[in-house]
């Protein structure tokens, strides 16, 4: 009696559970060809010659592999004599938008930082805002761009010139600016900062300032020496991430600025539109290099997003 | 005084700069609670208050003036609420919000079952799963922009999608080069799809968190009561997921009532009007046809209607996040 | 001089009043606990002695000065936090040294006074350290190290062994006497273990609802709780309560509940106009084996050095008696008791004040 019949048990539970195991694999696999397909594609085609973009069929492996679309982004020059279609006497370049995006994103992303963690440390040891704080700095975050794009533009390019003209007889318009864009950019990501920095500070015990503070530390040197300490890489992944954010942007860079600041997406999406015969060659390269680096900062900070997430939704 | 006092390691040389009696004096007036705790305030609500309230009420007064933006400002005059009535009875406006909502509704629909499901498959331990959360978590990253730009790119009519559809395409006798974006429905699909593709990421993390999250206790207990995997699933695990699940759809469906990016690489709005996206609608009219004044209107009333939406979400969202607290998780 | 004084000192959250007008004398040296329920003001108290909450009301004296306004850096304290409060991302070494590097002290002398310190706690080895890596009670040694480096002449101690298990906290205890008898300074220690403060306090602060309930020597807060609150607060098992009356019987005043009646000692007070009061007994002064009143044994606890034993009487709440070990009692058993005149406590029902 024992003997037969836990063998039969245990291999029919062995079957299902081996049954399972390849479903979930081809599962797994199947949406992971998904994920990677298009990123896949775009960088294929980022080494595709002119003449292999609209093949039929289309070519898995370029025939012949080519850096012609790399050099001819970075490139300075004007339009190669190479291209076969008509085009647009924009400047082919990339250089321009790189410098454009990186400035302002690293620049807003760090001032955004800054500010957003010292209200979070507020929040978080004086209670400033009330209880709900974190959840009503979010509503800023609900709303569409779009929605805020049309009074900014409104704002930046008549209002203000109007009255700094009246008031100071200069016009200064935040219309295609620099410092436009970039405040604009703190003030989106700034509920990102606050929200993500509070649970990293939440987690630093309040006792630990206290107790420096009875060894005669003053708040500065508490906050240099016993906080940051311990949030720092907090501060790197928040820092990453709404990095992240500002560059992929697009809205409210494409409303609000251009030709004068041009960032990535925004030229990404001139090439997509302005060029009559499409250049998919050098697009797909623009399109690598503006998303290769964040995909792998993104790698970087996964683990620390998952742990983000779960401590700033779920846990805390 | 540093010199005299051996500094430990440099420190000292930080802490106090020759002849600065004046930054410790300022260090110890910031330190102070009440100024502390004012100064971010003063500056967050400040540049919200700048960057944001006030253009809002500039917009307002906008909308009720007639002013087409290629006629300078001064040009323009009253007109009270007449361009929110002709908001109101475009019907371009209305099919444009009924569209966003069928985007999002079923984007978001999608993304969370696959989601879950994607979380239920990956929530324990197994080799490869660090790679496959690794890879799974990339859409997130990568640029809308560009994924719209990826997504053209596979549609085009000697693109792989038509390829790998090829053999199954011939079988119908039909030709395997279909311009997908040509056709509104699946423009519309296209537009979807890419919308998938991208955030079922996310709702997979929120996922892949909440189950991490729930307590293992429960389910043992519920194991050593005799509760089958189904029953387990049904009864223990879901209905513990439940505050997740509200935050994944809220999160994800106030993001995806802005979709915009794909609107206009994808498809700009095309074929005809299929794709236009209420956020693309109001972009187009103030920046192709220079409404000014319309667009205006019509972002007052936008922002009054997601007002409702985003108070709603806000509610349901620290509802569910008490009832995590409660139990403790 | 570390003679710290409270006067009447008070505490208000919004609403609530966590501490009710305190005023305590704590003398320089001693070893002072404040010993209450949660909620009871002691660690707000605490707090507004070391300067991290500021008194709503009231003053804190602390040798002859008015300290309300004075920084807690500045105040001469030393502190241990329940949670030790140990900065993770430093070393032991530079734990133990943030007080003095934060006075500038030369680093040699820091160097030399943090081993100083390190060896009379004994963790020299540990000084490379994180705390991370430090066990119980390890860590609680280099708190203790980090507070003593700078000297003070006040340690104030948050509930510091209450994250220790049980076995740890009894070797912390001793040490802390040991280290109080070292130092010589004064030590204000606030604790809800009442075992805790009766073997480490010189005096006890009992309080509860932001008030002071009795403040004594542990064994006079044994013997003679100023009322029901104190007396059910010492001592395990908790006294026995009976509530009742007392009316004069015989020329003798004589104490009536359900179905017991106690004679008391001559000059017991009386409740008049259907007052009702409390007899509190202690398991020790329950004395079975012989005596008057019958009752039939429910539940028995051997402890090893003696056995309690629960027993009911026909009245409301079983009563528990401490007996010689040797006495074999099992649940069923009819016993015989009586209670040891010496251990009468009697409460008022309505105040809880002691009466006698």
């Given at each position: 009696?024992?003997?037969?019949?836990?063998?039969?048990?245990?291999?029919?539970?062995?079957?299902?559970?081996?049954?399972?195991?390849?479903?979930?694999?081809?599962?797994?696999?199947?949406?992971?060809?998904?994920?990677?397909?298009?990123?896949?594609?775009?960088?294929?085609?980022?080494?595709?010659?002119?003449?292999?973009?609209?093949?039929?069929?289309?070519h898995?492996?370029p025939h012949?592999?080519?850096?012609?679309?790399?050099?001819?982004?970075?490139?300075?020059?004007?339009?190669?004599?190479?291209?076969?279609?008509?085009?647009?006497?924009?400047?082919?370049?990339i250089?321009?938008?790189?410098?454009?995006?990186?400035?302002?994103?690293?620049?807003?992303s760090?001032?955004s930082?800054?500010?957003?963690?010292?209200?979070?440390y507020?929040v978080?040891?004086?209670g400033?805002?009330g209880?709900?704080?974190?959840?009503?700095?979010?509503?800023?975050?609900?709303?569409?761009?779009i929605?805020?794009a049309i009074?900014?533009l409104m704002?930046?390019?008549?209002m203000?010139?109007?009255?700094?003209?009246?008031?100071?007889?200069?016009?200064?318009?935040?219309?295609d600016?620099?410092s436009?864009l970039?405040l604009?950019?703190?003030?989106?990501?700034?509920?990102?900062?606050?929200?993500?920095m509070?649970?990293?500070?939440?987690?630093?015990?309040y006792?630990?300032?206290?107790?420096?503070?009875?060894?005669?530390?003053?708040?500065?040197?508490?906050?240099?020496?016993?906080?940051?300490p311990?949030?720092?890489s907090?501060?790197?992944?928040?820092?990453?991430?709404?990095?992240i954010l500002n560059?992929?942007?697009?809205?409210?860079a494409?409303?609000?600025?251009?030709?004068?600041?041009?960032?990535l997406?925004?030229?990404?999406?001139?090439f997509?539109?302005a060029?009559?015969?499409?250049?998919?060659?050098?697009?797909?390269a623009?399109?690598t290099?503006?998303t290769?680096?964040?995909?792998?900062?993104?790698?970087l900070?996964q683990k620390?997003?998952?742990?983000?997430?779960s401590f700033?939704?779920?846990?805390k | 005084?540093?010199?005299?006092?051996?500094?430990?390691a440099?420190?000292?040389r930080?802490?106090?700069p020759?002849?600065?009696?004046?930054?410790r004096?300022?260090?110890?007036?910031?330190?102070q609670?009440?100024?502390?705790r004012?100064?971010p305030?003063i500056?967050?609500e400040?540049?919200?208050?700048?960057?944001?309230?006030?253009?809002?009420?500039?917009?307002?007064?906008?909308?009720?003036l007639k002013?087409?933006?290629?006629?300078p400002?001064?040009?323009?005059?009253?007109?009270?609420?007449?361009?929110?009535?002709?908001?109101?009875?475009?019907?371009?406006?209305w099919?444009?919000?009924?569209?966003t909502?069928?985007?999002?509704?079923?984007?978001?629909?999608?993304e969370?079952?696959?989601?879950?499901?994607?979380?239920?498959l990956?929530?324990?331990?197994?080799?490869?799963?660090?790679?496959?959360?690794?890879?799974?978590?990339?859409?997130m990253?990568?640029?809308?922009?560009?994924?719209?730009?990826?997504?053209?790119?596979?549609?085009?009519?000697?693109?792989?999608?038509?390829?790998?559809?090829?053999p199954?395409?011939?079988?119908?006798?039909?030709?395997?080069?279909?311009?997908?974006?040509?056709?509104p429905?699946?423009?519309?699909?296209?537009?979807?799809?890419?919308?998938?593709?991208?955030?079922?990421s996310?709702?997979?993390?929120?996922?892949?968190?909440?189950?991490?999250?729930?307590?293992?206790?429960l389910?043992?207990?519920?194991?050593?009561?005799?509760?089958?995997r189904?029953?387990?699933?049904?009864r223990?695990?879901?209905?513990?997921?439940?505050?997740v699940?509200?935050?994944?759809?809220?999160?994800?469906?106030?993001?995806?009532?802005?979709?915009?990016?794909?609107?206009?690489?994808?498809?700009?709005?095309?074929?005809?009007?299929?794709?236009?996206?209420?956020?693309?609608?109001l972009?187009?009219?103030?920046?192709?046809?220079?409404?000014?004044?319309?667009?205006?209107?019509?972002?007052v009333?936008?922002?009054?209607?997601?007002?409702?939406?985003?108070?709603?979400?806000?509610?349901?969202?620290?509802?569910?996040?008490?009832?995590?607290?409660?139990?403790?998780a | 001089?570390?003679?710290?004084?409270?006067?009447d000192?008070?505490?208000?959250?919004?609403?609530?009043?966590?501490?009710?007008g305190?005023?305590?004398?704590?003398?320089?040296?001693?070893?002072?606990?404040?010993?209450?329920?949660?909620?009871?003001?002691?660690?707000?108290?605490?707090?507004m002695?070391?300067?991290?909450?500021?008194?709503?009301?009231?003053e804190?004296?602390?040798?002859?000065t008015v300290?309300?306004?004075?920084?807690?850096?500045?105040?001469?304290?030393?502190?241990?936090?329940?949670?030790?409060?140990?900065?993770?991302?430093?070393?032991?070494?530079?734990?133990?040294?943030?007080?003095?590097?934060?006075?500038?002290?030369?680093?040699?002398?820091?160097?030399?006074?943090?081993?100083?310190v390190?060896?009379?706690?004994?963790i020299?080895?540990?000084?490379?350290?994180?705390?991370?890596?430090?066990?119980g009670?390890?860590?609680?040694?280099?708190?203790?190290?980090?507070?003593?480096?700078t000297?003070p002449?006040?340690?104030?101690?948050?509930?510091?062994?209450?994250?220790?298990?049980?076995?740890?906290?009894?070797?912390?205890?001793?040490?802390?006497?040991?280290?109080?008898?070292r130092?010589?300074?004064?030590?204000?220690?606030?604790?809800?273990?009442?075992?805790e403060?009766?073997?480490?306090?010189?005096?006890?602060?009992?309080?509860?609802g932001?008030?002071?309930?009795?403040?004594?020597?542990?064994?006079?807060?044994y013997?003679?709780?100023?009322?029901?609150?104190?007396a059910?607060?010492?001592?395990?098992?908790?006294?026995?309560?009976l509530r009742?009356?007392?009316?004069?019987e015989?020329?003798?005043?004589?104490?009536?509940?359900q179905?017991l009646?106690?004679?008391?000692?001559?000059g017991?007070p009386?409740?008049?106009?259907g007052?009702?009061?409390?007899?509190?007994?202690?398991?020790?002064?329950?004395?079975?084996?012989?005596g008057?009143?019958?009752?039939?044994?429910?539940l028995?606890?051997?402890l090893?050095?003696?056995?309690?034993?629960?027993?009911?009487f026909?009245?409301?709440?079983?009563?528990?008696?401490?007996?010689?070990?040797?006495?074999?009692?099992?649940?069923?058993?009819?016993?015989?008791?009586?209670?040891?005149?010496?251990?009468f406590?009697?409460?008022?029902?309505?105040?809880?004040?002691?009466?006698?």
């Amino acid at each position: 009696m024992a003997g037969p019949a836990p063998a039969r048990a245990r291999s029919s539970f062995a079957r299902r559970h081996h049954l399972f195991w390849y479903f979930r694999h081809a599962v797994l696999l199947a949406w992971s060809g998904f994920v990677l397909f298009p990123i896949f594609w775009m960088v294929l085609t980022s080494f595709k010659d002119a003449a292999e973009w609209v093949t039929w069929p289309p070519h898995w492996i370029p025939h012949d592999p080519t850096l012609h679309n790399y050099r001819q982004i970075f490139t300075f020059s004007q339009l190669g004599q190479d291209l076969t279609r008509q085009a647009t006497e924009q400047v082919f370049n990339i250089w321009g938008a790189l410098m454009d995006s990186l400035l302002i994103c690293t620049v807003s992303s760090f001032v955004s930082l800054l500010l957003g963690t010292f209200l979070a440390y507020s929040v978080s040891r004086f209670g400033v805002g009330g209880k709900n704080f974190r959840y009503l700095i979010l509503t800023i975050r609900m709303v569409p761009p779009i929605v805020v794009a049309i009074p900014i533009l409104m704002y930046y390019a008549i209002m203000i010139p109007h009255t700094t003209e009246v008031l100071t007889g200069v016009r200064v318009s935040f219309y295609d600016t620099y410092s436009g864009l970039g405040l604009l950019y703190v003030a989106t990501t700034l509920p990102f900062v606050i929200w993500m920095m509070l649970s990293f500070i939440d987690e630093v015990p309040y006792t630990l300032e206290h107790a420096a503070r009875m060894m005669g530390a003053g708040r500065i040197h508490t906050l240099r020496r016993v906080v940051v300490p311990l949030v720092a890489s907090g501060m790197v992944v928040t820092f990453l991430f709404i990095f992240i954010l500002n560059w992929s942007e697009f809205l409210l860079a494409l409303t609000l600025t251009h030709p004068n600041v041009t960032t990535l997406p925004v030229l990404l999406n001139k090439f997509q539109s302005a060029v009559e015969g499409r250049l998919y060659g050098p697009q797909a390269a623009i399109g690598t290099v503006i998303t290769i680096p964040v995909v792998v900062l993104g790698i970087l900070i996964q683990k620390h997003l998952v742990k983000g997430f779960s401590f700033g939704m779920i846990r805390k | 005084m540093a010199e005299a006092q051996a500094p430990p390691a440099g420190r000292a040389r930080t802490e106090a700069p020759a002849g600065a009696g004046w930054a410790r004096r300022l260090s110890a007036w910031l330190g102070q609670e009440r100024v502390f705790r004012l100064i971010p305030f003063i500056l967050v609500e400040g540049t919200f208050l700048l960057l944001l309230a006030i253009p809002f009420v500039l917009t307002v007064y906008i909308s009720l003036l007639k002013w087409r933006a290629n006629r300078p400002f001064e040009q323009a005059y009253f007109e009270g609420l007449g361009n929110y009535v002709d908001v109101l009875t475009d019907p371009e406006f209305w099919w444009a919000l009924g569209r966003t909502f069928y985007f999002a509704g079923v984007a978001v629909v999608l993304e969370l079952l696959l989601g879950f499901f994607l979380a239920m498959l990956l929530y324990r331990e197994f080799r490869g799963r660090r790679l496959y959360i690794t890879i799974f978590l990339i859409p997130m990253m990568v640029v809308p922009v560009v994924v719209g730009y990826n997504f053209s790119m596979i549609y085009i009519d000697s693109g792989p999608l038509n390829e790998i559809l090829a053999p199954l395409v011939r079988l119908v006798g039909g030709d395997p080069r279909i311009r997908w974006l040509s056709h509104p429905i699946a423009a519309q699909w296209a537009i979807i799809l890419a919308d998938v593709w991208q955030w079922t990421s996310l709702t997979f993390l929120i996922f892949l968190s909440g189950f991490s999250a729930l307590p293992q206790p429960l389910i043992s207990a519920a194991r050593l009561m005799g509760a089958s995997r189904w029953q387990i699933f049904w009864r223990v695990q879901l209905p513990l997921l439940k505050p997740v699940i509200v935050i994944a759809v809220v999160i994800r469906s106030m993001e995806a009532l802005k979709i915009f990016d794909q609107s206009v690489l994808l498809t700009f709005g095309g074929p005809g009007n299929s794709t236009q996206t209420v956020a693309f609608y109001l972009w187009r009219q103030v920046w192709q046809f220079n409404k000014f004044s319309f667009g205006a209107a019509a972002s007052v009333l936008l922002l009054l209607i997601f007002s409702v939406l985003i108070y709603f979400g806000i509610y349901l969202l620290v509802r569910e996040r008490a009832m995590l607290h409660k139990e403790g998780a | 001089m570390a003679q710290i004084v409270l006067k009447d000192l008070v505490k208000k959250f919004g609403w609530i009043t966590a501490v009710a007008g305190v005023n305590l004398r704590i003398h320089d040296g001693e070893f002072l606990i404040m010993v209450g329920p949660s909620g009871c003001g002691k660690t707000t108290t605490l707090n507004m002695i070391s300067g991290l909450e500021t008194p709503t009301s009231g003053e804190v004296v602390i040798g002859d000065t008015v300290v309300n306004d004075v920084d807690p850096g500045e105040r001469g304290l030393g502190m241990v936090f329940q949670d030790l409060a140990l900065f993770p991302h430093m070393t032991v070494f530079e734990n133990i040294a943030f007080g003095l590097r934060v006075k500038r002290v030369a680093e040699e002398e820091t160097r030399r006074r943090v081993r100083q310190v390190a060896d009379v706690m004994r963790i020299g080895p540990l000084l490379e350290k994180r705390p991370s890596q430090c066990s119980g009670g390890e860590a609680q040694r280099v708190a203790l190290a980090r507070t003593i480096i700078t000297n003070p002449a006040v340690f104030l101690m948050d509930e510091p062994l209450s994250s220790l298990d049980a076995k740890l906290r009894v070797d912390m205890r001793t040490e802390l006497k040991h280290l109080h008898e070292r130092l010589q300074a004064t030590f204000v220690y606030v604790t809800h273990d009442q075992a805790e403060a009766m073997t480490m306090a010189d005096r006890i602060v009992v309080m509860r609802g932001g008030h002071i309930q009795q403040v004594g020597e542990p064994l006079e807060i044994y013997r003679r709780p100023a009322n029901q609150f104190v007396a059910g607060f010492f001592g395990t098992p908790t006294m026995n309560f009976l509530r009742g009356a007392v009316a004069k019987e015989g020329g003798r005043p004589l104490f009536r509940a359900q179905s017991l009646a106690q004679p008391l000692p001559a000059g017991s007070p009386l409740t008049g106009g259907g007052g009702e009061v409390v007899l509190g007994v202690r398991a020790e002064h329950v004395l079975v084996g012989e005596g008057s009143k019958r009752g039939q044994v429910t539940l028995t606890e051997p402890l090893g050095d003696e056995t309690l034993v629960f027993f009911d009487f026909g009245g409301e709440a079983p009563l528990v008696a401490k007996v010689n070990p040797e006495m074999h009692l099992a649940p069923g058993d009819r016993i015989a008791f009586e209670f040891e005149e010496s251990g009468f406590h009697l409460f008022d029902a309505a105040t809880g004040e002691r009466l006698n």
